[in-house]
Nanobody
């Protein structure tokens, strides 16, 4: 069973930065992709960013692509999300997830394993 544990969330002011981490343990896919999603109160879960585990190809939501950077450390089996210029609209629970294939990388329903999430709150 794959386990994903997010960390790094917190309460920050608008304009600040945060780096989220997602540590994976257990059997992991040799390829596939890992992604970050977020869910704000009263809203559906939405795609934030994803990276293919082999090759490091990335994809971003339009709302974050100039502010967030996804990266991975294959040796540590850890996924990161560097977030800059945070805004109140970025407030949400952030989840990491992993999938076996690189197709449909933006679609949450194609991801198999999910972490429990980490809260990011941005005050104005």
């Amino acid at each position: 069973q794959v386990q994903l544990v997010e960390s790094g969330g917190g309460l920050v002011q608008a304009g600040a930065s945060l780096r989220l981490s997602c540590a994976a343990s257990g059997p992991t896919f040799s390829g596939g992709a890992k992604g970050w999603f977020r869910q704000a109160p009263g809203k559906e879960r939405e795609f934030v960013a994803a990276v293919t585990w082999v090759g490091g190809n990335t994809a971003y939501a339009d709302s974050v692509k100039d502010r967030f950077t996804i990266s991975r450390d294959n040796a540590k089996n850890t996924l990161y999300l560097q977030m800059k210029s945070l805004q109140p609209d970025d407030t949400a629970v952030y989840y990491c997830a992993t999938k076996a294939f690189i197709s449909n990388i933006r679609q949450a329903e194609t991801y198999i394993y999910w972490g429990r999430g980490t809260q990011v709150t941005v005050s104005s």
